[in-house]
């Protein structure tokens, strides 16, 4: 049973533009999500998180927006970075990731 | 403050074979999380240890693989006998409260079974 779907597998975006990465959910019984990057040979590490009281959290170039009647969150990067490149994880309070999102920006 | 760390970094071995990976999490760390990543796809959670017990091992695909934590410290994850797609990256996390928002993860041990 998947809970986490990415269904885009990749993005690119020029330096400077928004990056939008997205993430469904099956199951509504968490206490929040957490958005996690991963630079190749390395671990994944913590970037943002929501409350699933919360529509929207924001840190920095980073913006969590979740729709609970949806099931669906986003992550909002602005303006990307080249350093922002990696796969991006959308992972519950459970740690059920999904495939993940591999984001690549471009100078 | 030294992160996790994971040993070894690489291991390549025939089907067959018996392989142990280790974690050491962060000091202190009550909680210590194995997860493993197969063919660039979706991580996912093996197990999960509170101290020297098993909190939920519902994520261990079958009986090959064995998972310990004697002393509450590091723990070991023993693949006996490997089987060609049990190849991929296993992470190792570890955190102070049980799932907590940041769970540090270590980089991996890549393993590939031949």
């Known amino acids: 049973d998947q809970q986490v779907k990415q269904n885009s597998p990749s993005l690119s975006v020029q330096e400077g533009r928004i990056s939008i990465l997205n993430c469904d959910y099956t199951n509504s019984m968490f206490d929040y999500f957490l958005w996690y990057k991963k630079y190749p040979a390395e671990g994944p590490t913590f970037l943002i998180s929501?409350?699933?009281?919360?529509d929207k959290n924001e840190d920095g170039r980073f913006t969590v927006f979740l729709n609970k009647s949806a099931k669906h969150l986003s992550l909002h990067i602005v303006p990307s970075q080249p350093g922002d490149s990696a796969v991006y994880f959308c992972?519950?309070?459970?740690?059920?990731f999904g495939a993940g999102t591999r984001l690549t920006v471009k100078p | 403050e030294a992160g996790v760390t994971q040993f070894p970094s690489h291991s390549v071995i025939e089907k067959g074979q018996t392989v142990t990976l280790r974690c050491d999490p962060i000091?202190?760390?009550?909680?210590l999380y194995w997860y493993r990543r197969v063919m660039g796809k979706e991580i996912k959670f093996l197990l999960h240890?509170?101290?020297?017990?098993?909190?939920?091992e519902s994520g261990m695909p079958n009986n090959r693989f064995l998972a310990e934590r004697t002393g509450g410290t590091y723990s070991t994850l023993k693949v006996q006998p490997a089987e060609l797609e049990d190849s991929g990256v296993y992470f190792c996390?570890?955190?102070?409260?049980?799932?907590?928002?940041?769970?540090?993860f270590g980089p991996g041990t890549r393993l590939l079974v031949l």
């Open positions: 992972p519950n309070n459970d740690m059920r």
């Open positions: 240890f509170v101290k020297e017990s098993k909190q939920d």
């Open positions: 000091s202190g760390h009550d909680n």
């Open positions: 929501i409350s699933s009281i919360k």
């Open positions: 996390a570890s955190s102070q409260e049980a799932f907590q928002e940041t769970q540090y």
